[in-house]
C-alpha cells in the first residue's frame, strides 16, 4: 500500500534531517563564523552580548555568502515562525530569535527545533493538508498546510545543503 501524504512528508523530512545530522555532528566552532567570501552574511555580537544577524529588507546584489551561524540563525528564524503557524501561536518576530553563540549551543537548538517539528507532524492527518495556512506566503495566498509541509521540507534541504558545502569548503581549506 503507499505512503499516505503526511506519511509521505514525513519521510521526506526524515531523509533531509538524516543528511543535516551528519553535519551537525561534524560542525565546530570555527566553522560558524568562517567568512567564505569578502562580501558576507553573518551573525555579530551586539551591545547586550546577543548574537544578531545580518539584514536587509531588499536583497543585495550581488547576495552576500553567509556563514554556516548564519544559516543555522535563518533555519531557527523561520522554523520557527512556521511551528508557530501551525500550533495556532502567534508567530514571532525576526527580531525575536537570536544565534545562540557556539556550535554546541546551535546543534542542541537545531535537534529542538526537530523535535518540535516532529510533534507538529506526528499532530497531523491527511484532511489536515488542505487546510488554508499563510506562512511563508502571507495573507491571500491560495496555500495550504500541505504546501508549507512541502515548503519546509525543501526550505531545510537547501539549508543543509549550504551548511554542507560550507563546512566541506572551510574543511578543505
Given at each position: 500500500m503507499p505512503p499516505t501524504r503526511t506519511e509521505l512528508l514525513r519521510r521526506q523530512f526524515h531523509l533531509t534531517w538524516a543528511l543535516f545530522e551528519y553535519h551537525l555532528d561534524r560542525l565546530h566552532d570555527e566553522d560558524m563564523l568562517w567568512e567564505p567570501a569578502r562580501l558576507c552574511r553573518t551573525v555579530r555580537r551586539s551591545d547586550d552580548g546577543t548574537w544578531l544577524p545580518d539584514w536587509a529588507d531588499t536583497e543585495p546584489d550581488p547576495v552576500p555568502v553567509p556563514t554556516v551561524a548564519w544559516v543555522t540563525w535563518h533555519i531557527g528564524w523561520w522554523w520557527s515562525v512556521a511551528t508557530d503557524h501551525l500550533r495556532g501561536r502567534p508567530p514571532r518576530d525576526r527580531t525575536d530569535v537570536v544565534w545562540p553563540g557556539?556550535?554546541?549551543?546551535?546543534?542542541?537548538?537545531?535537534?529542538?527545533?526537530?523535535?518540535?517539528?516532529t510533534a507538529v507532524l506526528d499532530g497531523l492527518a491527511d484532511d489536515d493538508l488542505a487546510a488554508g495556512a499563510t506562512f511563508p506566503w502571507g495573507e491571500g495566498a491560495d496555500m495550504t498546510v500541505g504546501d508549507t509541509l512541502a515548503w519546509v521540507n525543501t526550505e531545510l534541504t537547501k539549508n543543509v545543503a549550504e551548511i554542507g558545502q560550507l563546512r566541506l569548503i572551510r574543511a578543505a581549506r
Open positions: 557556539d556550535a554546541a549551543s546551535t546543534v542542541a537548538w537545531m535537534r529542538a527545533l526537530h523535535d518540535g517539528w
